[in-house]
C-alpha cells in the first residue's frame, strides 16, 4: 500500500524551461510535504517544504504547489539547469500516532538537456 | 563535522554475518532516522528516534534488524544473520525536531555475497 506516489519514474526537460515534478498521496492526515534531491552516490539533500496551511512555498527557481483537495503535490522548477538533473523525491509527515515518520515517494529522475 | 556522518561507506559481508551501521547525527538535532534504498526503488523507512521517548520501529523488516540511539548522539543499525535481501544504501537522516526538514548522510553500501 503505497501511500506516497510519484507516477512518473523519468522526465527529460530542455535547459531553461519549466521542469515539473508530481506527487500524490493518498492520506489526508499529511500535514508537512517536503522535496528532496538525490545525486548518485550521495544521500538525499532537501530542497524545499510546504506545510498543509498553504498551497504554495517559493524558494528562487523552486516552486511546491499544494493541492490538498486532490492530494497532489507538485515541485516546479524554472529555468531547468542542466545541474539539476537528479533524482527527485516527495516526503510526507503526519501528526497523531505517525507523527515524524516521513514517507518518500519512488522518485523522478530529472534529466536537463543543454 | 557540520553534517551527518555514516561509517563504513562500504561494506562487504557474507551471508549469515552481522554487521554494524553507524551513524553520528548534527550535533543539537533531537530526531534520528534510518532508511533504506534497495536497488532501484524509493526510500523505505526503517525506524526513528526522537530524544528520549521509545522508536518508531515499525519500517523494521524483521527481527534480525535492531537500532539503538545514545541520548541524542551517535546510533547504530544492527543487522543479524545477513541475507542476500539486506544489500542496500542504509542512510542515516537528523533533524531539530521530528518531522521537520532530515538532513541526510552518504550512506553505507551494503552488499552481501
Known amino acids: 500500500d503505497q501511500q506516497v506516489k510519484q507516477n512518473s519514474p523519468s522526465l527529460s526537460v530542455q535547459e531553461g524551461r519549466i521542469s515539473i515534478l508530481n506527487c500524490d498521496y493518498t492520506?489526508?492526515?499529511?500535514?508537512?510535504f517536503l522535496w528532496y534531491k538525490k545525486y548518485p552516490a550521495e544521500g538525499p539533500t532537501f530542497l524545499i517544504s510546504?506545510?498543509?496551511?498553504?498551497d504554495k512555498n517559493e524558494d528562487g527557481r523552486f516552486t511546491v504547489f499544494l493541492n490538498k483537495s486532490a492530494k497532489h503535490l507538485s515541485l516546479h522548477i524554472v529555468p531547468s539547469q542542466p545541474g539539476d538533473s537528479a533524482v527527485y523525491f516527495c516526503?510526507?509527515?503526519?501528526?497523531?500516532?505517525?507523527?515524524?515518520?516521513?514517507?518518500f515517494g519512488q522518485g523522478t529522475i530529472l534529466t536537463v538537456h543543454p | 563535522g557540520a553534517g551527518v556522518s555514516q561509517s563504513p561507506s562500504n561494506k562487504v559481508t557474507e551471508k549469515g554475518k552481522d554487521v554494524e551501521l553507524r551513524c553520528d547525527p548534527i550535533s543539537g538535532h533531537t530526531a534520528l532516522y534510518w532508511y533504506r534504498q534497495r536497488l532501484g526503488q524509493g526510500l523505505e523507512f526503517l525506524i526513528y528516534f526522537q530524544g528520549n521517548s521509545a522508536p518508531d520501529k515499525s519500517g523494521l523488516p524483521s527481527d534480525r534488524f535492531s537500532a539503538e540511539r545514545t541520548g541524542e548522539s551517535v546510533s547504530t543499525l544492527t543487522i543479524q544473520r545477513t541475507q542476500q535481501e539486506d544489500s542496500a544504501v542504509y542512510l542515516c537522516a537528523s533533524s531539530i525536531l521530528v518531522g521537520t526538514e532530515a538532513f541526510f548522510g552518504q550512506g553505507t553500501r551494503l552488499t552481501v555475497v
Open positions: 492520506n489526508s492526515m499529511f500535514d508537512y
Open positions: 516526503a510526507v509527515s503526519a501528526g497523531g500516532t505517525s507523527y515524524g515518520k516521513l514517507t
Open positions: 510546504i506545510s498543509s496551511i498553504k
